[in-house]
């Protein structure tokens, strides 16, 4: 899957000389948290985050009275805020390296390019969605969380087992085990009892971890 499938396009955009209140309100109207900022020409040159607007003070702030400090926050903008040295991806980019770039960079967006022009921004958000999707979620089944062994051929017989019964596999995930011995699968299954389905599997797990219908 790739950052198009998943980005949110057409993004809101905003200039360096407006005033922060306005970004501050334009995202809470629209229940975003980034905006990139973009110059006359529509070219990024940064962009800014709820917190960014939330933490911005003016550097004299320690020596103000309430109301000096007011004033100053209604006249500072976007640009003197705002994020420049901007970390972007192109459409075409896994969206597993996306995550990977905002886990990495402690970034909760990154802004899309297509030759230097900004066509969308991909979110944790957007990311979250997509997590709730890998794990069917919002789809009704028994979700079952096992400890496999980490050995070629564990998983098809795993997935013949459910077959076998009639199963439906709603949804199947891979994630780090114990230790280098064996995988962690989260697998929710649709059309068999849970107990059922607990007894097909047990000849090919290490253990159960949790069980339920949801």
Known sequence: MLVRERMSRNPNTISADAPMEEALKRMRENSFRHLPV???????VGIV???DLLYASPTSAASLSMYEMQYLLSRLTVGQVMTKDVITVAE???VEDAASIMTDHKIGGLPVL????????ITETDLFKLFLELLGARKQ?????????HVKGTLSKITTAIA???GNIVSLGTFLGEDPTNLMVAIKVSDVPKDTLVNALKPFIVGLLDAREI
Request: hydrophobic share 30%.
């Open 38 to 44: 973009v110059d006359k020409s529509g070219q990024l």
């Open 141 to 149: 089944g028994v979700r079952l969380t096992l400890l496999v062994p």
């Open 49 to 51: 985050s709820e917190t």
């Open 114 to 121: 297509r030759d230097g022009e900004i066509i969308g921004i």
């Open 92 to 94: 075409d980019t896994p």
């Open 164 to 166: 076998q019964q009639g």
